[in-house]
């Protein structure tokens, strides 16, 4: 059994991620929050459910079982790698999106350290990826060299064209795409003149892939299975031919990420982005329409809120919104009483609803601020009582502050 061998038809377009009441109970659930944990496409879960009873043994044995297990976990290497155009040997599988980042920095910085050791990232990177620039540039005695973004969110191509092209840089990170305002980047530009430089260029496509077209404009990539309605346990990362790697870890037979990752969680997310492939041009249409709708209804209704990150060139499913004089956690726990589940905070760092170190490097509104990212086959209906419910919201967490009429 393959990826191939199972139903990668588009996903029905059923309410996701939604739980009905009967009249009278608590409100129907409507998850509006799918950045990074999307809910499990069915054709996922299938393929999971089958491979924990055909892949459930070692892949590194040798009987039957361990080359079963093996089939299918190259399988899962062979879909990925023909979806993003790499070759099947070049894909690894970690245990996470962030296992995989912290890899993919710090092992090419290693590998890489006699060009140098400084590691350039735009502002507006993850904090895994921020975190990881900072410790291997400390480990070579280089910098970590952050490059600003406009108020838009897009990094400024010609700082980040010139920091690449300076001497003693090791690596260079640039996301696909922002994954907390959306705003899509100039990847293309900036692999241009890294290549010109000779220096690999790591794009993290978590925000992306499985929902627009990533293109070829990178070396290294790093994506994220649980944001395409994959499961979570295991991450992405595609390392092109001639990207000088060195490990970080102890040596093991598994070189990069040592113990390897679950057999089931692996074909359970090839098998979901070939779903989400191949609905990607419908999702794509509905979502940005709906999209459309949340931008101009909450600029035109909610009082003294901004919508954030490029309007045009963007994700199709991702929105914030900030709105002064609101506290963001008391905004996301109201609107989760009315049945509404959203963010707040930082994408990367929403548990402890810190302020988003993404709209500070843009100077926009810190607090305050609601992030909403679409599964596919939400409902149109459920936005636009999200909508209808929102001002009245944001209106009593302002009046429960004293902050009425400021």
């Known amino acids: 059994m393959s990826p191939e061998n199972l139903d990668a038809s588009p996903a029905p377009s059923a309410p996701a991620g939604v739980t009905h009441t009967t009249a009278g109970g608590p409100p129907r659930r409507v998850v509006l929050d799918a950045g990074g944990r999307a809910p499990l496409l ?20 040798l009987h039957a079982e361990g080359r079963r297990a093996r089939m299918l976990l190259d399988g899962a290497r062979e879909a990925v790698a023909s979806v993003v155009g790499a070759r099947t040997e070049d894909v690894d599988l970690a245990p996470s999106h962030t296992a995989a980042l912290h890899s993919a920095v710090l092992s090419v910085a290693r590998g890489r350290r006699r060009a140098g050791g400084d590691v350039v990232v735009s502002a507006v990177e993850r904090a895994a990826v921020l975190h990881a620039a900072e410790s291997a540039a400390a480990a070579s005695g280089g910098r970590r060299v952050e490059v600003p973004v406009g108020r838009d969110g897009r990094v400024d191509a010609a700082r980040m064209v010139e920091a690449v092209g300076a001497a003693g840089v090791a690596l260079v990170a640039l996301q696909h795409a922002n994954g907390e305002v959306g705003t899509l980047q100039p990847t293309a530009e900036v692999h241009e003149a890294a290549r010109a430089a000779g220096v690999p260029l790591l794009v993290d496509a978590g925000a992306s892939l499985g929902h627009v077209d990533i293109g070829s404009a990178w070396d290294v990539l790093a994506a994220d299975p649980g944001d395409w309605g994959g499961p979570a346990g295991v991450g992405v990362l595609v390392t092109r031919p001639g990207v000088r790697r060195s490990p970080v870890v102890p040596q093991d037979e598994d070189r990069w990420f040592p113990g390897g990752v679950s057999v089931p969680a692996a074909l359970a997310a090839a098998v979901a982005l070939q779903v989400a492939v191949a609905s990607r041009d419908a999702a794509d249409v509905e ?51 009315l049945g509404f589940a959203v963010a707040s905070g930082s994408a990367c760092t929403s548990s402890s609803l810190e302020p988003s170190h993404v709209l500070a490097a843009m100077g926009v509104l810190t607090h305050g601020n609601v992030r909403l990212a679409l599964p596919r086959g939400t409902d149109p209906a459920d936005v636009d009582r999200f909508l209808d419910a929102l001002p009245g919201v944001v209106a009593a967490v302002r009046s429960a502050r004293g902050a009425d009429g400021l």
């Open 287 to 337: 979502r940005r329409r709906l999209v459309d709708r949340v931008r101009a209804r909450v600029a035109a209704e909610v009082v003294d809120t901004e919508v954030v990150g490029d309007p045009d060139a963007r994700l199709p499913h991702v929105v914030t919104f900030s709105s002064l004089y609101v506290d963001g956690e008391a905004l996301v726990t109201a609107l989760d009483r």
């Open 42 to 61: 069915p054709q996922a879960r299938a393929a999971f459910v089958e491979a924990l009873d055909q892949g459930w043994a070692d892949p590194r044995r």
